[in-house]
């Protein structure tokens, strides 16, 4: 459990029971202390101390900075210390006018304000203390840009050396500004934030760490290299289990189910529709927005007052932030994201060491190729770019879990896509991903130390969205790509081949309804039996007369009454896959063709279809094992979960058990009663 300010019992579990405990009588409770005690809280020597250790701190780090900055520029003569001190007190002044100032322009603009300005707001606050500098030792607008840009690199260098490579001045700056934000939503008393309004429920507080099999995670835990979830596990406060994805083990289809309860209206990451003759890509903002539409009943995951934070779709949340299907940045309302931007150890310590991270990623991709190790694929290009914004990204959703967290949000849902993106090119298991999962185990750990500043306490679950199946992809084995095969075995280029990860829908373009298999027969004869027969291609289903058919290169497996012709071509994708077949069937807009690559039976490794290392999206290997954390002592409604749509039963259970969620009212059938009152 993280737990927030002391003294809170109304509507909270206990420690040794999972169900809710009734709040105990202190309505007598006084709410607000005198202002005595307010100011004893102020002025205690711990907080004096702490205060100007902090302010010793930024002083040192800014005198080194200047000195290294002005050293460095060309043409600049040296100084002596005195002048340098001063320079030094002219940037705290600077900074105490200016970035307030910054602040309200930035919440003022919202969202891209931030972007804009908080870029330059660390950069201004040096140049105008070095254009009014008495010594004027720069000058020229593009001297005082380019040392600005220096003294603020340095100092985020700086500021991460001295925490020894820890998260220690991110919290700090976190916990300011969580003070401020519950200090503004309580109308200023320190004493009413420490002392939450009785009878208020603890939170809920989801993570999902993005693309985690459970096998891997389990492994990272046995090995000692995730100390916060190793704590919680290993102190029996939660447990783990897995659960499978089914089909697609996607981040959109998982998300549609564990959202909204709707994993059927998402067949893949990209589809196409016939109808509208559309394709949709699912981290689009147009059409996440579009496929929420179709599935919104007002009651998803996080309707009564939830946040949504960096996910593809809402939960119908009252607040959503960095969310696919809103389309837009943070605005006015989420003071977090502003200031994040506005402080020097927020965003500029991101950037930072988010270009140190695009250094690293390349230092790996060349030990990959000194090593020969395979599988492998190029790291250039636009993932070069992945590594620092995934990095960024993950910063500012912690900044706005914060935040939301210090305004006392029922849920939130933040989705971390770090493992995931560097998973995707180096593979689900390799060094660089497990150091990627270290570091989303440190922002569980700094969760869990800012939690005293939450205007409530919450407890934590732990989730992923699917997990990542390892190989070498279809082009590296056979020479071509799918849509090549697709042509050379068809004759023409005729059906649309739209892939996920080892998964693909093929769909002819010349039918406007879903083609059968009659039909695909009489239109291309060898295309089904050419997919069937090709050994990079485990799985083609199509719908017949009788019911959707898999063929594999020995066999068929009708799906509908389970009989098997030759080698059951099922049997590599494990006991669920017949289940995951049939239901993946019934999504809307399913291709007239599906696909799924052949799996190894002794490595599990699977060929992508897309150029990626580590995929997902089919069936084959770890990708359909994902992971749920959940404290130890909550009941579980179902022994085994099975699809998406189970998670999010299961979620809205526990909401419901925590008293932050209405209980829809039922449907009455009225239809009998008015009979009986006709008849009688």
Known sequence: MIRGTAGHRGGALCDCCPVAVSPQDNSSAPVLGDRGAELRALLSWRRILSRSRAVLRSALVTFVVLTATLWLMPGVASSDIVD?????????GVGAV?????????????????MLLGLIAQIAVIVVALEIDPAN???????????AILAVVFAAILDWMLDSGTDDTFVKEAKRLMRGVRRRTAGGSLLTLRRPRPGTEPGLLMIQLDGLSEPVLRWAVRAGNLPTLGHWLRSGSHTMRGWHTGLPSTTPGSQAGILHGASRQVPGFRWYEKDTGRLMVSNRPRDAALIERRFSDGRGLLCDGGVSIGNAFSGDAAVNLLTV????????????????MASPYGFTRALVLGVGEVFTELHQARLQRRRNLLPRVSRSGAFLALRPASMLLRDVNISLVAEQMARGAPSIYCDLVDYDEVAHHAGPARPESMRQLESLDRMLGVLERLAPEAARRYHIVVLSDHGQSQGATFRQRYGETLDELVERVSGEAAPMVVSSGNLSLLYLTEYGHRATRAEIDRAHPRLIPGLAAHPGVGLVVVRDDDGPVAFGTSGLHRLRDDTVEGVDPLLPY?????????????SAHVGDLVLISCVDPVTEEVAAFEELVGSHGGLGGWQTDAMLVHPARWPIARPELNGADAVH???????EMLGLRSIEPPVLDLEPRLSRMRDG
């Open 84 to 92: 340098t001190l001063g320079l030094v007190l002219l940037v705290a």
């Open 98 to 114: 200016l970035r307030p100032l910054l602040l309200v322009g930035i919440v003022a603009l919202g969202g891209w304000g931030a």
């Open 137 to 147: 030792r720069i000058s020229g607008l593009p001297s005082l840009v380019l040392a």
């Open 325 to 340: 299907s809103h389309a837009a940045l943070p605005g006015r309302s989420a003071r977090g994201w502003a200031a994040f």
């Open 574 to 586: 494990g006991p669920h896959a017949r289940a995951d077949l049939l239901r993946h069937q019934e």
């Open 649 to 655: 039963h299961q979620l809205v259970e526990w909401l």
